[in-house]
């Protein structure tokens, strides 16, 4: 099986920083999307950032200029580098890795796993 361990959240200033990781662990043949969410009593999850096998990646508005992801594909991890947080950035932060892994009888399943989330407060 595969599981997703992430690290990195906490209280901050306005105007400061933190980096986020998550690392995935298992049989893992491949990984393709990796991708942070976040979400805030009362609402629903939403994204923040992915970054596909390529490089490419893809940023909410409210995050652009700001927030910069990131992947290591020899350690299986990706990271949200977040710099001038502001009050409304404050939430769960969750990690997201679309995952292909190898059961013990050689069978490729593809699925998407999800990390425990982190919290991220961000005060004024």
């Known amino acids: 099986q595969v599981h997703l361990v992430e690290s990195g959240g906490g209280l901050v200033q306005a105007g400061g920083s933190l980096r986020l990781s998550c690392a995935a662990s298992?049989?893992?043949?491949?990984?393709?999307?990796m991708g942070w969410y976040r979400q805030t009593p009362g609402k629903q999850r939403e994204l923040v950032a992915n970054?596909?096998?390529?490089?490419?990646?893809n940023y909410a508005d409210s995050v652009k200029g700001r927030f910069t992801i990131s992947r290591d594909n020899a350690k299986n991890t990706v990271f949200l580098q977040m710099n001038s947080l502001r009050p409304e950035d404050t939430a769960v932060y969750y990690c997201?890795?679309?995952?292909?892994?190898?059961?013990?009888?050689?069978?490729?399943?593809?699925?998407?796993?999800w990390g425990q989330g982190t919290q991220v407060t961000v005060s004024s």
């Open positions: 997201t890795q679309r995952i292909v892994w190898r059961s013990t009888t050689g069978i490729l399943y593809d699925n998407d796993y």
């Open positions: 298992g049989n893992i043949f491949s990984i393709n999307a």
């Open positions: 970054i596909y096998s390529g490089g490419s990646t």
